[in-house]
């Protein structure tokens, strides 16, 4: 699994204030450098952000990240761009560009940009072989995690290049337009053929409507709500979810798990694969009647 540490709590809270004073951004505290605390509801905290004196007294030795999808004071809301397949070099001239990061590799960049309508829940935008180039997050989905946070075993963090003054002009772009104009830009720049996939809300609907029996849905819904906790990404594929396999250091969504068919690790350096039973064991998933949230 990914690990990661923040390198300095006094810079990140010092970060997280200048976002607010000057690009109008809400950075909120994470645990294990970029995980969302237990028991947060990223609509509550969009619908009612932290003050700027909550935020002074916020500890963010766990990590920070951003917030997306509250309302920005000069007007519109914050939408959040995590590119992962980009170019070399990103513009930041948009007068509705809030703030920007280089990610953790080459193509990789974090935007804050201001929008007029509150994108509701995420778009991705995916490969040929359904990698996900992009993710669009506006309210409702889970905080982007941003500088100072550092991930271990690599020499290379995030890296703040522009964090917006404060403004007074109303936003220019709709979100539609943003996933437009971000679509054109990829696939321009880097030969990739994209399309955008589905609206999603925060927590992922993972219902089964399938027949299936009773314990299967037991075991099924909590694996899924931890590879959420854990950041593995799962979206709906054929009835289950892929996500980024938790059982190794995955970039890609590479594991599949099903109510029926059980979940399988489609990478070369895992394969792991068996019936459901089995990640709930090895992620250490406790599966009682009480937490199930599924019916089958």
Known sequence: MKRFVVADAPAARKHSLRLWDNAGITAVPCWGGGKALPGTDHRALAD??????QIARTDYSGGMALLPGTRHPA???????DIDKGPQRIGTGDPDCLYAELGT?????HLALRTRDRLDG?????TATSDIAAEIKGYGITALRCWPTLHEGKSRGYKV????????WPPLHTSEEVIDHLLAFLVRTTGL??????????????????????????VYDPVVAELERRDCRPRPSGGG??????????????????PLRGFKCHSARCGAQGRLTRPAYLLEISVTPEIRHVSV
């Open 48 to 53: 009612h952000p932290p003050s700027r004196e």
């Open 75 to 81: 007007g519109g809301y914050v939408t959040l761009l």
């Open 122 to 126: 995420q778009v991705n935008l995916l």
């Open 193 to 218: 053929k994209l399309h955008t996939a589905g609206l999603r809300h925060e927590p992922i609907s993972h219902t089964w409507k399938g027949v299936a029996p009773d314990w299967l849905g037991l």
């Open 241 to 258: 979810m892929v996500a980024r396999c938790p059982l190794h250091n995955d970039h890609d969504p590479s594991f599949s798990v099903h």
């Open 161 to 168: 290049l522009h964090i917006a003054p404060p403004i007074t």
């Open 105 to 109: 590799a080459p193509g990789k960049f």
